[in-house]
C-alpha cells in the first residue's frame, strides 16, 4: 500500500532524510518513530506531498505521489498535530465543507452519518468547535481524515495533550479503523505504539534505525535483563552474596517483609541470567526464594540504545 525507496530530502546541505526505504502493506498500523530532528515529520510530509524528495520514490497504492499528487492525495487522509479545525464552524458543517474540499462522491448523508457513528460524535455535530473538549476536537479532525473513505491514515501525535480517559478512547478509535485502514502512526508516546501498533519504524538522524513487528522489538537491542527477587534470609548477608555472584550487574533493595524476607531489583550484566546460579546458591544456604518476577525490557530502553550516541 505505501513503498518508499531510496527516499532523500536535503534542505540545502543539511540531509534530514538519507536514502531510506521501507513498505507497509495494506491494513498494517505502523508507529513512525524518532527524536526531534530525526526527519520523521519530513518522511510524513513528503509521503503526504505537502514536500517535494530530493531522490527517491514514493507511492500510495502504486500512485507516485510526485507523478500524480491528486490521486495520490486521494487514498490520503492525514490528521496533523494540530487538527486544522475552524472553530466557528459545528463538527458537521466541518465534515460537509471537507466533502466539498476532497470532492467526495459518496453518499453525502449516508457517509457523514457513518463517520459521526465511528467516531461517536452524536449529540456534538451541531455544537461550535470551539466549544469542545481537547478530546472532542481530537475526534472531529478525525473525522475530517476519514472523509472519502482513504485507504491510509496518517496520524501525527494523535493523543498529544489529552487525558488519560481521553487517550484510551482515541486509542479504541484507531484500533477500530485499523480494520478497514492502513495506519501510520507517528508519536512520541512509546505505550501508546505497543498498545495500538503491528509495527515499529525507528528512524534517527534521517537513517532508519529499526524496523520490527512490535511483538519483536526487545530483539532490537542489546538489552540488560532485569528481575525482582524476594529472599527470605538476613538482608545484609544476602545483599552481600548478591553483589557477588557472576553476572549480577547491580542490585537495588526495595523493601523488607517480617514474613517473605527482602525485596531486591537486580539488573544482570550484557548477555547474563544468573537466576540459576542465585536459585542453587540460596538453596544451599537455606535462604528461600519467595518470589521472582522477570521486569520485561521497556521501548522506553530501546528507543534510547537505538538512538543514542553512546
Not at 524528495?53 to 498535530?81: H, M, Q, W, Y
Amino acid at each position: 500500500m505505501i513503498h518508499i525507496e531510496n527516499l532523500t530530502k536535503y534542505y540545502g546541505k543539511n540531509c534530514a532524510v538519507n536514502n531510506i526505504s521501507f513498505d507497509i502493506a495494506e491494513g498494517q498500523v505502523v508507529g513512525f518513530l524518532g527524536p526531534n530532528g530525526a526527519g520523521k515529520s519530513t518522511t510524513m510530509n513528503i509521503l503526504t506531498g505537502y514536500l517535494s524528495s530530493t531522490s527517491g520514490v514514493c507511492s500510495i497504492d502504486g500512485i507516485d505521489i510526485l507523478e500524480n499528487p491528486i490521486e495520490a492525495k486521494k487514498r490520503i487522509g492525514f490528521l496533523p498535530e494540530v487538527p486544522p479545525l475552524y472553530p466557528d464552524m459545528t463538527p458537521m458543517e466541518y465534515l460537509n465543507f471537507m466533502y466539498d474540499l476532497k470532492k467526495c462522491t459518496l453518499n453525502r448523508k449516508k457517509h457523514l452519518d457513518e463517520i459521526v457513528s465511528v467516531m461517536r460524535l452524536g449529540g456534538y455535530t451541531d455544537r461550535l468547535i470551539s466549544h469542545l473538549s481537547k478530546g472532542y476536537k481530537q475526534r472531529v479532525g478525525i473525522a475530517g481524515a476519514l472523509v472519502s473513505n482513504p485507504k491510509v491514515l496518517i496520524f501525527d501525535e494523535p493523543t498529544i495533550g489529552l487525558d488519560p480517559r481521553q487517550i484510551i478512547e482515541i486509542r479504541e478509535l484507531i484500533r477500530s479503523l485499523a480494520k478497514n485502514h492502513t495506519i501510520i502512526l507517528s508519536t512520541h508516546i512509546l505505550p501508546e505504539v505497543q498498545a495500538v501498533c503491528d509495527r515499529i519504524i525507528i528512524i534517527d538522524k534521517g537513517v532508519i534505525k529499526a524496523d520490527k513487528a512490535t511483538s519483536d522489538i526487545n530483539e532490537l537491542a542489546e538489552s540488560k535483563k532485569r528481575f525482582t527477587i524476594q529472599i527470605s534470609g538476613p538482608k545484609p548477608e544476602v545483599e552481600s552474596f548478591l553483589r557477588r555472584i557472576e553476572g549480577v550487574g547491580a542490585v537495588e533493595f526495595l523493601s523488607t517483609s517480617k514474613t517473605n524476607g527482602s525485596l531486591f531489583r537486580i539488573q544482570c550484566k550484557t548477555g547474563y541470567d544468573p537466576r540459576r546460579l542465585i536459585f542453587n546458591a540460596m538453596a544451599e544456604r537455606q535462604w528461600p526464594i519467595m518470589e521472582l518476577n522477570t521486569l520485561g525490557t521497556s521501548l522506553e530502553d530501546i528507543f534510547i540504545a537505538l538512538t543514542s550516541k553512546q
